[in-house]
Nanobody, 124 residues
Framework: QVQLVESGGGLVQAGGSLRLSCVAS????????MAWCRQAPGKEREFVAG????????AYGDSVKGRFTISRDNRKNTVYLQMSSLKHEDTAVYYC?????????????????WGQGTQVSVDS
């Protein structure tokens, strides 16, 4: 069992920045891939960014490419999502995902665990 706790969400003006953090605990693996997905009300969960166990391989959804950066600190079992140039359409609950398979994938269902999410709201 893995527990994931997201933090860093909030309300920000368009064009602003936020950094989300997710701390994994429990029966974590040193070779786990992690990811961020988001879901807005009435919409399907959307892949945002993912990162392989080593931090060398990353993947981004097309809608955030060039604006968001995912990174991780394995010493802290933490993954980050640096969000810049935020747009109103980025408004969603952002969830941190975790899977034991080391390679990153861009499908939310591939991940074994998800956190409770953190709300990101961007004013238009």
């Amino acid at each position: 069992q893995v527990q994931l706790v997201e933090s860093g969400g909030g309300l920000v003006q368009a064009g602003g920045s936020l950094r989300l953090s997710c701390v994994a605990s429990g029966r974590t693996s040193s070779v786990a891939a992690m990811a961020w997905c988001r879901q807005a009300p009435g919409k399907e969960r959307e892949f945002v960014a993912g990162i392989g166990w080593s931090g060398l391989n990353v993947a981004y959804g097309d809608s955030v490419k060039g604006r968001f950066t995912i990174s991780r600190d394995n010493r802290k079992n933490t993954v980050y999502l640096q969000m810049s140039s935020l747009k109103h359409e980025d408004t969603a609950v952002y969830y941190c995902g975790y899977k034991y398979i080391a390679s990153v994938t861009s499908y939310p269902n591939d991940y074994d665990y998800w956190g409770q999410g953190t709300q990101v709201s961007v004013d238009s």
